[in-house]
Nanobody, 118 residues
Framework: VQLQASGGGLVQAGGSLRVSCAASGRTFCIYRVGWYRQAPGKEREFVAAVSWRDISVTYYADSMKGRFTISRDSAKNTVYLQMNNLKPEDTAVYYC???????????WGQGTQVTVSS
């Protein structure tokens, strides 16, 4: 499984941005796809995840609920993370990851930078 993240950029506080994660290869093996982020000097943290087989099953970090929405386009094998009302503290490299089970994430994309200016 290969993952290609894209869509990051610079946005002002209060703005919106959508990042994408395109999956290719043995996508039929995927159990779920998640987004993580890592800010400079901080540990990587979970953002959101979606079931690969049932797009209605989603998970969010508590701090992201209400502002971030994860979705999947089955035809394009692409997972999106819509981010609204962005804050400077949302500045980070956003990574998408694919897990073959509920245990962990096996495959990781290269990350896309999101910068929110105040």
């Amino acid at each position: 499984v290969q993952l290609q993240a894209s869509g990051g950029g610079l946005v002002q506080a209060g703005g919106s941005l959508r990042v994408s994660c395109a999956a290719s290869g043995r996508t039929f093996c995927i159990y779920r796809v998640g987004w993580y982020r890592q800010a400079p000097g901080k540990e990587r943290e979970f953002v959101a995840a979606v079931s690969w087989r049932d797009i209605s099953v989603t998970y969010y970090a508590d701090s992201m609920k209400g502002r971030f929405t994860i979705s999947r386009d089955s035809a394009k094998n692409t997972v999106y993370l819509q981010m609204n009302n962005l804050k400077p503290e949302d500045t980070a490299v956003y990574y998408c990851a694919a897990g073959l089970s509920s245990a962990d994430y096996t495959y990781w994309g290269q990350g896309t930078q999101v910068t929110v200016s105040s």
